[in-house]
């Protein structure tokens, strides 16, 4: 029996703030995996793309207002119209690279002042990260490095908020790097740490689900 192609792809999801590496480190972890002949896909949320995600797209570039409760179902169900697609890549064997997830959508929103439980129960049932990949930045250098867009959320007092919230939400499945190095650096770790990862999954780690 050839187990290789059962066996299924990890989610891996890298979370940090603004201008904490997450683009250019998806970017890199996807060559490099496909470069060892792994099947994997880079994803992001928001998907801006889908009829949900415009109206997230228009919102974040202040072109439409929507109250904060509001403004967090849409981002969770941006995710959750992505769920099924998700579950049948990761079976079909190709790993996913997610572009932040739910500790984005929960930090963000409890930065604003919703309770964390609120903003926690409607990612209940997505499917949980093999993996999450944190990388860690103070906000002062975050803003230092420059190219905030202008988005809504893009400012200092705001991603200090986030910060905090993100170290509430981290647990057993986090891994912290040192975003502050190098590119390479932060390139190398993150590597080690996904192909660990996996290994695992090919192994037989089954999927799970949030939240635990
Ligand atoms: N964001 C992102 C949220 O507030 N909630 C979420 O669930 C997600 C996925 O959207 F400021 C915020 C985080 C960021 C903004 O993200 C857009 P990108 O990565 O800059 O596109």
């Known amino acids: 029996i050839n187990h290789q192609s059962e066996a299924r792809g990890a989610l891996i999801v890298l979370e940090g703030l603004d201008r904490s590496g997450k683009t250019s480190q998806s970017g890199r972890l996807l060559s490099n995996l496909a470069g060892l002949g792994y099947p994997v896909e880079s994803w992001r949320f928001p998907d801006r793309d889908t009829a949900v995600g415009k109206m997230i797209s228009s919102y974040l570039s202040n072109k439409s207002q929507l109250d904060d ?5 849409l981002f969770s169900a941006n995710r959750w119209e992505k769920r099924s697609l998700m579950e049948a890549k990761l079976k079909s064997g190709t790993s996913l690279i997610v572009d932040r997830y739910s500790y984005s959508g929960v930090a963000f929103s409890a930065a604003k002042g919703l309770d964390i439980e609120w903003c926690k129960a409607p990612e209940v049932g997505l499917l949980a990260p093999d993996l999450v990949v944190y990388l860690d930045i103070p906000p002062e250098k975050a803003a230092e490095r420059g190219g905030y ?27 912290m ?12 770790q993150l590597k080690e740490m996904v192909l660990d990862c996996v290994t695992s999954c090919q192994k037989g780690k089954p999927i799970s689900q949030l939240w635990l």
């Open 149 to 175: 867009g202008g988005e809504r959320y893009e400012q200092l007092e705001f991603q200090k908020n986030v910060a905090r919230h993100y170290k509430m939400l981290s647990d057993a499945s986090w891994k």
């Open 177 to 188: 790097i040192d975003a502050c190095l190098p590119m390479e650096d932060v390139e190398k």
């Open 69 to 73: 409760h509001t403004i967090h179902l």
